[in-house]
């Protein structure tokens, strides 16, 4: 349920700590922890982590993938732990306004280091673990520290790089709270645009299209990308639901929409949301 966002330089300890949170929640607390991890997809993406951060449109795409499993993995069981530098305030600001929409409570863990001594670990890691100078540099120049006060950013947790883990705060921080509902923040666009209301109808149908494409070329199986949608996952893909259920689940979505506001207006988002539908009302 609770979603938990690592923060900090490279080289600042952050995948160090995220297991740490990891192992406490498995073994201490029996919970299901699911770590996302940047270093896997960027492993997953055949690329340098050097030449991904330099390149904006792959780094676009880290990102989209990061957003997209963080999503697909939030439940009432997880504890899901999003192990990437986070380091761009928008960004954050996104994941918020996703969990929120799932009334899910979230929190940022910060390793909190000066850039030298990333630096500084940095070079003692691996040479193919390393970042080059030109990366680190730019990825430093680039971060936007985070501020507690901005409702994105909060609940905040500062880990200095010797610190003990604070593993009990931040289980207050996602258990301890009420479940934050969806409002304003998330829900900003009424259902009464004719505009949106095609759109939302457009969409839709594409998404269904794409889902029939792709039974059509037999496609079965888990964590399905959809055509034309990068970064957008069916949790499973099953050869056993019909075109009469699509149907059917398309109009409960578009119902339910058009009964409560939408989280928002944006094309990208009503594909998301319809997505997320599918995935936890019907096995597709």
């Known amino acids: 349920m609770p979603l938990i966002l690592m923060v ?26 699911v770590l996302i991890s940047d270093n896997e997809i960027i492993s997953q ?12 449109k792959k780094e676009k795409e880290l990102r989209s993938k990061l957003h997209s499993d963080a999503l697909k993995s939030l439940t009432k069981e997880n504890v899901v732990i999003l192990d990437s530098g986070n380091f761009i305030k928008g960004f954050r600001y996104e994941l918020y306004c996703s969990s929120k ?20 670990l940095n070079e003692s890691r691996a040479e193919n673990e390393k970042y080059i100078r030109k990366t680190f540099d730019d990825l430093v120049m680039r971060y936007e520290e985070p501020n ?10 500062n880990l200095q790089l010797d610190d003990t883990l604070p593993a009990e705060d931040i289980r207050k921080a996602i258990f301890e709270v009420a479940a934050p509902t969806p409002n304003q923040s998330t829900i900003n666009a009424p259902l ?57 689940s398309r109009k409960q979505f578009l119902s339910y929409a058009k009964s409560h506001a939408s989280t928002t207006n944006d094309q990208s988002n009503i594909v998301t949301m319809f997505i997320q539908f599918l995935n936890n009302t019907v096995t597709c």
């Open 45 to 56: 993406m055949n690329i340098d982590k050097n030449a991904l951060f330099l390149e904006m």
């Open 8 to 33: 900090g330089f490279p080289s600042s300890g952050k995948t160090t700590r995220a297991r740490e949170i990891q192992k406490y929640f498995a073994e201490n607390q029996q919970r299901n922890v």
């Open 148 to 157: 507690h006060s901005n409702r994105w950013d909060s609940p905040l947790i």
């Open 101 to 120: 929409s799932l009334s899910t409570p979230k929190c940022l863990v910060v390793c909190d280091i000066s850039p030298t001594r990333a630096w500084e």
């Open 192 to 248: 009464n645009s004719s505009s949106y209301l095609y759109d939302l109808d457009k969409k839709t149908q594409e998404v269904i299209n794409s889902i029939i494409q792709l039974k059509k070329q037999g496609v079965e199986g888990e964590n399905i990308e959809l055509t034309d949608y990068e970064g957008k996952y069916l949790t499973k893909l099953d050869k056993n639901v019909s075109m009469l259920q699509l149907v059917k």
